[in-house]
């Protein structure tokens, strides 16, 4: 029996349906039932009028996204500490990870609001003109214009600068990872940028830090403190690549987590630390 040909045009857009999904939700469940919903949606339309199955999708998928985002953004309201997309591990879809879209810049959308961070990657990611985003949004043309543009200026500084080598990363991680178990004050201090920041990802169902922590002296601070009780308990269990950031996975005191670097010109000038279990489930197989 040949295949439905209305069933392949969605299967050919669903790759970019969850792209734009993960990216307006930074949650990969979420995307995937929005995805699952415009699916149900588009069996029960009348495709034979839709035009442009990928413009009618795109605008369903971000519609239902725009919607998931209200009680989104209610529950991390009353998130228990700090909120983090949940990590995307490479290897993962080659287009998504031509997004340039690394977990610094993901945090970085978190402060626009949903219209203004729809804006900017339907038209700044996704390649979307500007009158078809501004229908998606049922605004104006020139509403939607100020709506990009006010994004983009929020966003500017937390745009990728450059990709360091692979092989440079990786050997920045194992250092760092090895200074914070010893507690070497010297080697932390030689590779945390001045102005660094830390954010920790428990979800309140295990320990992390509740607010962000900012500078390099603090945070050395910390991680000899973390060392003197932890040290023994740090085990380091591979490199990961983390929405676009080198950094690793490990186990501290029996309970996994990820921690994402975003390092700039030889120095960490952001580390992301999601511990969060339901956030990690992908990597367990739970």
């Known amino acids: 029996m040949p295949p439905d040909p209305s069933t ?30 415009a699916w149900l949606r588009w069996h029960r339309s009348d495709r034979d009028r839709v035009a442009e199955p990928a413009a009618w999708l795109t605008r369903i998928v971000s519609r239902l996204c725009l919607d998931a985002m209200k009680s989104a953004r209610f529950r991390r309201e009353t998130y228990p500490g700090t909120w983090l997309p949940e990590p995307l591990i490479e290897p993962a879809d080659e287009e998504m990870r031509a997004d340039n879209i690394t977990l610094t810049l993901m945090v970085a959308l978190e402060r626009l609001s949903p219209l203004e961070r729809a804006a900017f990657l ?38 990728p600068r450059y990709e360091i080598a692979r092989e440079d990363s990786r050997a920045i991680v194992e250092a760092f990872f090895e200074a914070c178990r010893l507690g070497d004050a010297t080697a932390l201090g030689s590779m945390l940028a001045e102005e660094v920041t830390l954010r920790s990802d428990g979800g309140g169902k295990v320990m ?5 922590i900012h500078g390099m002296d603090r945070l050395v601070r910390l991680y000899l403190g973390l060392s003197r009780k932890l040290g023994g308990r740090m085990e380091f269990l591979g490199h990961l690549m983390i929405d676009g950031l080198p950094g690793f996975l490990s186990r501290v005191d029996g309970h996994l987590q990820t921690s994402a670097l975003d390092i700039s010109g030889g120095r960490i000038t952001a580390i992301y630390i999601t511990r969060n279990p339901e956030k990690l489930a992908k990597l367990t197989g739970a």
């Open 8 to 37: 392949e045009i969605f299967e050919t857009q669903r790759p970019r349906l969850l792209r734009l999904a993960y990216r307006m939700l930074g949650a990969h469940a979420e995307a995937e039932d929005v995805v699952q919903e």
């Open 122 to 159: 339907l038209h700044d990611v996704f390649n979307q003109p500007m009158d078809e985003v501004a229908a998606t949004l049922q605004r104006s043309p020139a509403a939607t214009r100020q709506l990009a543009a006010r994004a983009r200026a929020h966003v500017r500084v937390d745009q």
């Open 208 to 212: 992390a830090f509740p607010n962000a």
